[in-house]
């Protein structure tokens, strides 16, 4: 499962910016604290090719999951994909390629313990490589630069906010899971940059 992060100033586009809440599996935007706060999250991404995301292939994982481009429903939230062995990347944020965190969740296991997607994510180490897939064939191959873990209620403005490097970063959950809140108290981002241009 993929279940409630916190995710503050998510994207920035000069001064402007928002908080989100990761909440059960969704991204919806809340209240700022900023005079100049904006739940407008597309404004912030500019994008630099038109190409999309289709699969995302990790071979120290033996992963290759296709990829669904998923937004905000009519309530402010970003669903989860139902399968659980396909990935979810935040279309209103940002591509992956371009400059900023472009940000993709997968399940970390599902509604019976099973492994999901991301089961072994906690595998990776800096180098390994993170390929994209995108619908025109041509692929842009991310490298790890490191791990983290945070409070499933925690504010993070690294993980989705603006870069001056394209970066991908994947999330799953992490910690143990609470029968109470049907939660797991953490989550691990796994951050990884751009290698190389498209080819």
């Not at 279940?3 to 990761?22: C, D, H, P, R, S």
């Not at 180490?125 to 390929?131: F, L, N, P, S, T």
Request: glycine residues 8%.
């Amino acid at each position: 499962m993929l279940l409630g992060f916190i995710v503050a100033g998510a994207l920035m586009l000069e001064i402007t910016y928002a908080l989100y809440v990761f909440s059960n599996g969704r991204v919806l935007p809340v209240e700022s604290t900023s005079a100049t706060s904006t739940p407008q999250i597309e404004q912030a991404r500019i994008p630099t090719h038109d190409s999309m995301p289709q699969r995302l292939i990790i071979k120290a994982l033996g992963i290759d999951a296709p990829i669904e481009h998923l937004g905000q429903n009519a309530v402010g939230e970003m669903d989860t994909p139902d399968d659980w062995g396909t990935l979810a990347w935040y279309k209103p944020g940002y591509k992956p390629g371009d400059k900023g965190n472009a940000v993709i969740a997968g399940h970390y296991d599902n509604n019976f313990g099973l492994p999901a997607v991301f089961f072994r994510l906690k595998k990776l180490k800096a180098g390994d490589e993170i390929v994209v897939i995108e619908d025109d064939g041509s692929q842009l191959t991310f490298s790890v630069t490191h791990t983290a873990t945070y409070d499933s209620s925690a504010g993070n403005y690294e993980v989705f906010g603006t870069s001056s490097v394209p970066r991908l970063n994947l999330i799953t959950c992490n910690g143990w899971w609470s029968e109470t809140a049907h939660n797991y108290s953490k989550r691990l981002v796994v951050f990884s940059e751009l290698m190389e241009e498209k080819i």
